[in-house]
């Protein structure tokens, strides 16, 4: 690992100065970081740990609301009483992050601002309609999660922002992740898939699908969302949806699998997601 | 690059320490403090080998910087026994032969030790999944996961 400098400043302004100059880096939970520094692709000359800054950490609820703070660890967000209710496709995610050592330290924050198209919480805060809180030294703002990545590994963050927080104003009455995978854990996700819907009486009167690992950025299905508002989640409709979802799709051929296998599970794990999250509906 | 004061409590001592930013918590505690019972495997956090307790969660010492464990309590293989006693876990895997060549055996111990501390009533099932990641080159699995379920068994009714 090449040397660097080590900041721990206790206020975000300080964090988002140091952040802000050349050759930075923020420290989170370390899963990619660390990893990265000793592999050499990462070469900081200085990394800036969020660990010392408080209000970073912990779930509150706020009305419907569900908010995240971005140095949540993973294994917390997985076994929050409250995510598991309202925003289960994000619990499951989470679950399925490497290994309860990794998601002991990893944070959400971190496995946004990662930005990698396969991270496993993405889908489930795009189902969400999850608010990305950013801080700087400038100020505050916000973004929602599907205008926050530009592409593998890029968001819209400028020099010296950080994401401070996640909100999660709608709760879903059912919703559902699928990471298709080889090994039970320690994987990363071929294609992620989260549906949730809420259902009146037998129709579907909002449903939101996330697609991770098959496009340059996760992505929202929305045709295939369209194709199921106002009516009743019949096997032919979810066909459909699997069908619609499967076109918004633009995956690669990698070491993982191939393009047109992507394309086929988005498909047919849209069409399973949509079932079990109406299922609980 | 300027190195930092630390104060990490391993086993319930404190060690005073100047540490390079870069050096990860796995390698203070074999290379500085010169505990080698953590053991090193891949490095990149996939095989578990290095697992430690930091603050009752179980951690893969070689994704953390040592400078973040300043402050905080680990506990390592070795700060498992006490009184000449050895913890329910560790003598579980030797009644069992929950090892091979040994070389994963400080992780799977650390990590089922936490696991056992966080809920003991989990299933076979559930412990296998809890347990993925730490990796037995040896492929001795059946054997650990029965060292771990007695392990677990005993906490339970003797708590």
Do not use: W
């Not at chain 1, 401070?164 to 992740?177: E, I, K, N, Q, V």
């Not at chain 2, 040994?102 to 099932?125: H, Q, V, W």
Request: net charge negative; aromatic share 4%.
């Amino acid at each position: 690992m090449k040397s660097f400098a080590f900041f721990e400043p206790t206020t975000l302004a300080e964090a988002s100065r140091l952040f802000a100059e050349e050759h930075a880096q923020l420290l989170a939970g370390g899963t990619d970081l660390v990893i990265g520094m000793k592999a050499y692709t990462e070469t900081p000359e200085s990394v800036i740990s969020l660990q010392k800054i408080p209000g970073l950490t912990g779930i509150t609820t706020d009305g419907n609301s569900i908010n995240i703070g971005a140095m949540t660890k993973i294994r917390e967000v997985e076994r929050s009483a409250d995510v598991q209710q309202h925003h289960t496709a994000l619990a499951e995610g989470a679950s399925e992050i490497g290994s309860i050592q990794i998601r002991n330290l990893a944070t959400i924050g971190g496995n946004i601002a990662h930005a990698s198209p396969a991270a496993d919480t993405v889908a489930g805060l795009l189902v969400a309609d999850a608010h990305v809180d950013i801080a700087s030294a400038e100020g505050e703002r916000s973004v929602p999660i599907n205008e926050l990545f530009t592409g593998p590994g890029q968001t819209v963050l400028a020099p010296g922002e950080i994401i401070t927080r996640f909100r999660l104003p709608t709760p879903a009455s059912g919703s559902h992740y699928i990471k298709h995978k080889i090994r039970e854990v320690m994987d990363l996700a071929f294609i992620g898939v989260a549906a949730a819907v809420n259902l009146d009486n037998g129709t579907i009167t909002d449903a939101r699908i996330g697609l991770a690992a098959v496009a340059p950025t996760p992505i929202r299905a929305r045709e295939a969302e369209d194709l199921l508002k106002g009516n009743a989640p019949t096997p032919e409709l979810l066909e459909q949806a699997g069908e619609a979802a499967a076109a918004a799709a633009s995956p690669i051929s990698d070491l993982r699998c191939s393009a047109e296998h992507r394309r086929e599970m988005v498909d047919v794990l849209t069409k399973r997601t949509l079932q079990e999250a109406v299922a609980r509906a | 690059m300027a190195k930092h004061p630390v104060t990490l409590t391993v086993n319930g001592d404190e060690h005073d320490l100047l540490i390079e930013p870069r050096k990860t918590l796995l390698a203070v505690l074999r290379d500085t403090i010169g505990m080698t019972g953590t053991k090193e495997g891949c490095s990149t956090g996939d095989c578990g080998a290095c697992t430690v307790i930091v603050d009752g969660k179980a951690v893969t010492s070689c994704m953390v910087l040592g400078v973040t464990a300043s402050g905080k309590e680990i506990t390592t293989i070795e700060g498992l026994a006490s009184d000449g006693e050895l913890h329910p876990v560790q003598q579980a895997f030797i009644n069992t032969g929950g090892y091979q060549c040994g070389f994963c055996t400080p992780g799977f111990i650390m990590a089922s030790k936490a696991l056992i501390d966080e809920n003991p009533d989990r299933t076979e099932e559930e412990f296998r999944h809890a347990l993925g990641g730490n990796i037995c080159r040896c492929t001795g699995y059946t054997k650990i996961l029965e060292a771990v379920l007695k392990a677990a068994e005993k906490i339970r009714t003797t708590a």
